[in-house]
């Protein structure tokens, strides 16, 4: 089944520790992405990834990290989390950035 | 801004009634599109109109795409209890010299039974 996964799907965790959010494709995408969901701002790209090795900031990037080594996976890493950092995050992946996006379950995260 | 604006922000209809929603955007697009989200779950893709179609149909939705107008709107017949979710518009177009998807901030539709 084709499909995009995070964990955890669940996360309350303090200012400053560290901690990675996993998302994996099973599709061969080349393009992968993160985006944050705050109500009323909708849908904000943090990082966006055209293929292993490419990545590049989206419009929210303070405050994360990403890294793509293999093409299947895109890591989400806030080296030092702050509560304004609380937010329901969603990977996704396509064939570009134009295409059909292929969205994960949503990871919630709660920074106190 | 590329970022589509959708309207209404809310819209509460009863089962068996049509629901429309509209999306306006500033610049030039590739194409738009249409997702779908259940309360706090991940997007799903309804449907993609390109910048040279006008109309496009898929089951119970129907979208249309008026690029002199820059907007679309996206109309669901006989709507059902299960249609009640966020739906978000998303144009496709160039920003800074890079291709990009930049979603609006959605309609919740709710439809009561």
């Known amino acids: 089944e084709a499909q995009v996964t995070q964990n955890p799907r669940y996360l309350i965790t303090v200012t400053g520790k560290k901690l990675t959010v996993t998302c994996s494709q099973n599709m061969n995408h080349e393009y992968m992405s993160w985006y944050r969901q705050d109500p009323g701002l909708g849908l904000r790209q943090i990082y966006y990834s055209m293929n292993v090795e490419v990545t590049d900031k989206g419009d929210v990037p303070e405050g994360y990290k990403v890294s793509r080594k293999e093409k299947r996976n895109f890591p989400l890493i806030l080296e030092s989390p702050s509560p304004n950092q609380t937010s329901l995050y969603f990977c996704a992946s396509s064939y570009g950035p134009w295409y059909e996006q292929y969205f994960g379950p949503g990871t919630r995260l709660t920074v106190t | 801004s590329q970022q589509g604006e959708e309207d209404p922000q809310a819209l509460s209809i009863q089962e068996g009634e049509n629901a429309t929603m509209n999306c306006s955007y500033k610049t030039s697009i590739n194409n738009l599109q249409w997702y779908r989200q259940n309360s706090g779950r991940g997007l799903v893709h309804l449907i993609l109109i390109r910048s040279n179609e006008r109309e496009k149909h898929s089951g119970r939705l129907r979208v249309t795409l008026d690029t002199s107008k820059k907007s679309s709107s996206l109309l669901i017949t006989a709507s059902r209890a299960a249609d009640t979710a966020s739906y978000f518009c998303?144009?496709?177009?160039?920003?800074?010299?890079?291709?990009?998807?930049?979603f609006g901030k959605g309609t919740k539709l709710t439809v009561n039974p």
């Open positions: 998303a144009t496709a177009g160039t920003q800074g010299g890079s291709e990009k998807l930049v």
